[in-house]
């Protein structure tokens, strides 16, 4: 299966996510922030990093650029988009997924394994998992706070669209404990922590996270 | 020319940390009696004149760029109206 992992200006984890795709068994195609062109792919990454220096907030110039018209036409459409980090809050920001994420509630970058249980293994991104598994995922960020007002949270919580929850503590002070969440379709998925970074052993932080990267073959869309 | 001014604030119930460092900051100072700081962001518009047509797009930059709905309340208003026949 063919992944576009898409570089902004600012993107940090392009090179790590789209070499999570290849361990995950899948050809990861290059897609550039400038281009209307999403090159064929089946599903798309939107990895972590500061894209335009996270001006304005985080995700919101991202959110305008031309390949995200693309790519949200296409989530539109029904393609797999899993937005990782600040991948997450673009989806936010253009609208792909409800809520958004704000400055840590400890006013601190965080950066450690994080404990998560998935809650949600219905998703083209989380086919690989057990529903209630238990998995360690690298975690890093500054603006990581999921907020939606209650009514939001409440929709989230009972049609099954909290896909991630954090375990053991709440790193930067999320609604809920909210790890990462998917729109009603299940298609497209936005999560803070980095599966990317923990698909091989060599890295320290195990390999829990590269069930994201196969998980595609296991829904086979269904 | 004129400028128009759209402020931006993050909503009254959402957490403001970066308000909360600055309220912090006060007292280490030595600036007492401050028992709430919210922080927000001014953007200044320059634009040629201030019509109803403007002011319209500018509501909509607003909602749609420089305030992201879901956390920030914004408002607009004019300032420094050159436009000719316009209260300054």
């Known amino acids: 299966m063919k992944i576009g992992v898409v570089t902004f200006p600012g993107s940090l984890d392009d090179v790590d996510a789209a070499r999570a795709v290849g361990i995950g068994g899948h050809e990861a195609v290059a897609l550039w922030h400038g281009e209307h062109d999403l090159k064929g792919v089946d599903a798309v990454v939107l990895p972590g990093g500061f894209s335009y220096g996270d001006y304005l907030r985080c995700g919101a110039i991202s959110r305008f650029s031309p390949v995200m018209t693309e790519v949200i036409d296409a989530a539109g459409r029904g393609m797999p988009v899993l937005g990782i980090c600040n991948g997450f809050q673009i989806l936010c920001e253009s609208h792909l997924l409800p809520g958004a994420l704000i400055r ?15 809650e949600n293994n219905r998703t083209p991104w989380t086919a690989a998992y057990a529903e209630g598994q238990e998995v360690t995922i690298v975690l890093k960020n500054g603006e990581g706070g999921f907020v939606a007002d209650e009514a939001t949270l409440d929709r989230l919580e009972g049609e099954g669209q909290v896909l991630a929850r954090y375990l053991d503590l709440n790193p930067n002070g999320s609604a809920r404990d909210i790890a990462g969440i998917t729109n009603e379709r299940g298609n497209v998925v936005g999560l803070m922590p980095h599966p990317e970074h923990s698909v091989e052993t060599l890295t320290g932080s195990g390999t829990d996270g590269l069930g994201f990267f196969t998980s595609l073959v296991e829904s086979a869309f269904a | 020319m004129a400028r128009v001014v759209v402020d931006v604030m993050p909503k009254p119930e959402i957490l403001d940390p970066q308000g909360k460092a ?67």
């Open chain 1, 104 to 118: 840590n509630d400890h006013r601190t970058f965080v950066c450690r394994d994080q404990r998560l249980r998935i």
């Open chain 2, 22 to 88: 600055v309220l912090g900051a006060l007292p280490r100072l030595g600036f007492s009696g401050v028992t709430e700081v919210r922080q927000g962001k001014r953007f200044e518009l320059e634009v040629p004149e201030v019509t109803p047509e403007v002011l319209a797009e500018v509501e909509k930059m607003a909602e749609t760029l420089l305030s992201n709905p879901v956390i920030e309340n914004f408002a607009v208003h004019v300032e420094d109206d050159l436009t000719p026949g316009a209260s300054a």
